[in-house]
């Protein structure tokens, strides 16, 4: 989808290694050359940093919104080996445990009570407790993303990893753990009961996909599973007790690289977000308001082919672009310098106050970190058919853009549009009237001494 690009004005981009949000999406954690942040995620609020010399991080998960993290060495000069993960509490400022591996630790993941490590053809589990002990562990296939998923609600105990065959998936079920200990008051009524066990067993293998797996996502309920492949076009949603292929959605037409997949809590929506730099947003009601072509209503007539029939996305949001803009009389990059990736992001769900409410509800919003210190909220549209009513009420349709950016229209040819079939719908992709998120709000963050 070709929709317009944002420029940034001229600026020395920060260099973000890695960002990710806990598993709640409350606090969100970034890796710089300097060492590691904490902030909350809405409003952005710099919690703590931790500046490290010595040497870089590729990864800093957090567990919850305690004060342990799982860090993990990366870059051109790693400050931990890259065979090993380091507990560190970062209340008394110094790792506490670590674990060592025979090979590159590739993906981590944890939940209170576990953590989950993927190595290239493995995935090995450890309980977090008093101590950190080894629980078990898995063979995968080939899995260089490190791709491992666990769901995070209290009672939730599935863990998904890729299958030892390509495109595969498995749903391991962990025992449960503990439930937190609450600072607040003992409830009035007795505390909620955990769910009860299903009546069947639940499946432990989904053929997802024919191509390698490039990304796994859980809600925090573990219900359902969202699986992307290395085409890049299909987002496919799974019932992970029955196995059964619940959604499917199409991103776009030309093949990308998908980063990620977020679950709204209420497991109402989801965003994909790729390297296109786009975010786009689906409905995962019975009653969807994503995006049909009209020939799909042929469907039960006609044996049309099966691309009609894809739902697209109902809203979605193009990540503005920085780039430098380097003068050809200024001093040219080292081929050896680091460089940040301008495409990479990474998304969530927060729960915002709407302002006319005085009864204190809340409306979803999304919170999308580039690796370069961007850092927006964007609002959803009220339905895929209010873009004219939001206008009227003063909230256009287009988002507004911070004042240092400027517009910039992409350069297409319509020559290639003037086509049948795929090039209708794809000439459909790009048009303006297309609902967008709005953005709310734009700071910037990996600066410590300021926000930029």
């Known amino acids: ?57 590729s990864a800093a998960v957090p567990m919850h919104t305690s004060s342990l993290l799982f860090l993990v060495g990366g870059g051109r000069s790693p400050l931990f080996p890259p065979n ?40 090995v589990v450890f309980e977090v407790g008093e101590q950190v002990t080894r629980f078990a562990e898995w063979d995968t296939c080939d899995n260089p993303r490190g791709l491992v998923s666990i769901a995070t609600a209290p009672h939730a105990t599935l863990l998904a990893i890729p299958g030892r065959q390509m495109g595969h998936v498995q749903l391991i079920h962990l025992p449960p753990c503990s439930s937190p200990t609450s600072k607040d008051p003992p409830p009035s009524g007795p505390p909620p009961k955990p769910p009860a066990p299903p009546s069947k067993h639940p499946v432990s ?11 796994l996502s859980l809600p925090p309920s573990g219900r359902l599973l969202a699986t992307t492949s290395s085409r890049g076009t299909l ?18 037409t030309d093949k ?14 989801l965003c994909v ?18 995006r049909q072509s009209s020939i799909s209503q042929l469907a039960p007539y006609l044996p049309i082919p099966k691309y009609f ?16 803009h380097i003068s050809l009389t200024s001093t040219t990059r080292s081929p050896t310098e680091d460089v940040p990736d301008e495409e990479r992001c990474v998304v969530g769900w927060v729960s915002v106050p709407v302002d006319d409410r005085p009864d204190g509800a809340t409306e979803p919003q999304l919170i999308a970190l580039t690796y370069v210190g961007g850092w927006y909220r964007l609002a959803l549209p009220k339905s895929a058919s209010s873009s004219s009513a939001s206008s009227e009420g003063g909230r256009s349709s287009k988002s507004p853009l911070p004042q240092h950016m400027s517009s910039r229209s992409s350069v297409t040819s319509t020559a290639k549009q003037q086509r049948s079939g795929k090039g209708k719908e794809k000439e459909r992709e790009k048009d303006p009237k297309t609902i967008q998120c709005t953005l709310e709000e734009y700071r910037r963050f990996g600066r410590w001494d300021g926000w930029g």
Request: hydrophobic share 40%; proline share 3%.
């Open 84 to 123: 090993k993960v380091i507990l560190w509490d970062d209340a008394i400022g110094s790792e506490v445990a670590e674990l060592e591996f025979r090979e590159r630790v590739r993906g981590v993941t944890c939940r209170r009570g576990w953590l989950a490590v993927a190595l290239k053809r493995r995935v």
């Open 1 to 57: 989808m070709n929709l317009a690009r944002h420029s940034i004005t001229a600026t020395s981009p920060i260099h973000i290694y890695d960002a990710r949000f806990d598993a709640d999406c409350q606090i969100f954690t970034t890796c710089t050359p300097a060492g590691f942040a904490v902030y909350r995620t809405w409003p952005m609020t710099l919690l703590r940093k931790r500046e490290l010399s010595g040497g870089t991080l």
């Open 273 to 290: 977000w790729s390297d296109k730099g786009t975010v786009h947003v689906f409905t995962l009601g019975s009653s969807s308001s994503n």
């Open 235 to 252: 987002v496919r949603i799974w019932d992970t007790l029955s196995g059964h292929r619940v959604h499917e959605f199409r991103r776009g």
């Open 256 to 269: 990308a690289v998908i980063y990620g997949v977020a679950f709204r809590p209420d497991e109402a929506e």
């Open 205 to 215: 293998i989904i053929i997802a996909h024919n191509t390698a797996l490039t990304t």
């Open 309 to 324: 029939e894809s739902e697209w996305s109902y809203a979605q949001y193009r990540i503005p672009m920085q780039s430098s």
